[in-house]
């Protein structure tokens, strides 16, 4: 004999249980706090590459492309650098770049500058040039030829990987939403894993070309408006469309 389908009424953002609902908006408020800490991250960062506030194409083409009429390390003391030391003190460090930093002038003056304003961090931080030794100096001084083939695979595989689930998640969460048309909920999850797929490869490709700046913006931009939209609209559905007393039924009922 089958058995009668259990009543799945409850299986939707407004109704849903509220243990699950906990969990639920417990996730996304951690999540929309970090995706926030990530964006002031990127200002700090990359927003700073061409020495100006704010993100723009110039700062991603520094970023990925380099600023081949400079050193990386005069970009970085005209930009995210910049409050690290004196402009008198920059200006200095910058000319002896510009002039191949020659290795004689390390010993009785340069060394000394580092160790004043700069080994603080660049020698007690793992992934950044160690600039108690003249050999990541001299590296950073050389033409700033962008991101590394190597540091560009690090950071791509820990985005894909990382973002994807957190895209997963939230989407998971937005298809127990309702009254959302079937097609637009379908575009609205997958839109963010395109959009993060359209970013990671403009970071190759603006290796390649700085004509490519471009894509890395409209990914950036596109995945974080349709991540956001799922977001405010699960967060509205589970604590302020729950309070109408509607019981809304099965939300993927129409895909079962």
């Not at 540091?151 to 298809?175: A, E, P, Y």
């Not at 700046?213 to 939209?229: H, K, L, R």
């Amino acid at each position: 004999m089958k058995s009668a389908p259990p009543n799945l009424a409850w299986l939707n953002l407004p109704n849903m249980p509220l243990p699950i609902k906990a969990l639920f908006i417990g996730y996304l408020l951690v999540i929309g706090v970090g995706l926030c800490m990530a964006g002031l991250q990127i200002m700090l960062t990359h927003g700073m590459a061409d020495g100006k506030v704010g993100l723009s194409v110039d700062d991603i083409v520094y970023s990925y492309y380099g600023d081949r009429s400079g050193s990386k390390l005069a970009s970085k003391l005209n930009g995210s650098m910049i409050d690290k030391a004196p402009l008198e003190v920059r200006q200095d460090i910058i000319k002896w770049a510009q002039q191949g930093a020659p290795e004689s002038q390390w010993e009785p003056h340069f060394k000394g500058v580092f160790a004043q304003h700069c080994i603080m961090c660049h020698s007690q931080i793992p992934g950044i040039p160690n600039f108690t030794k003249f050999e990541e100096v001299k590296k950073a001084a050389a033409t700033n030829q962008g991101a590394t083939i190597s540091g560009l695979t690090r950071v791509s595989h820990i985005h894909l990987f990382g973002i994807s689930f957190i895209f997963f998640f939230i989407g998971f969460i937005f298809s127990f939403a309702v009254n959302i048309p079937k097609k637009l909920k379908i575009i609205a999850i997958a839109f963010p894993f395109a959009f993060l797929l359209i970013d990671v490869l403009s970071w190759w490709l603006t290796k390649l070309s700085p004509n490519f700046a471009w894509f890395t913006i409209i990914g950036g931009i596109g995945y974080s408006i349709a991540s956001s939209g799922m977001w405010v609209i699960s967060m509205y559905q589970m604590l302020v469309l729950a309070r109408n007393g509607k019981t809304y039924g099965n939300a993927w009922e129409q895909d079962l």
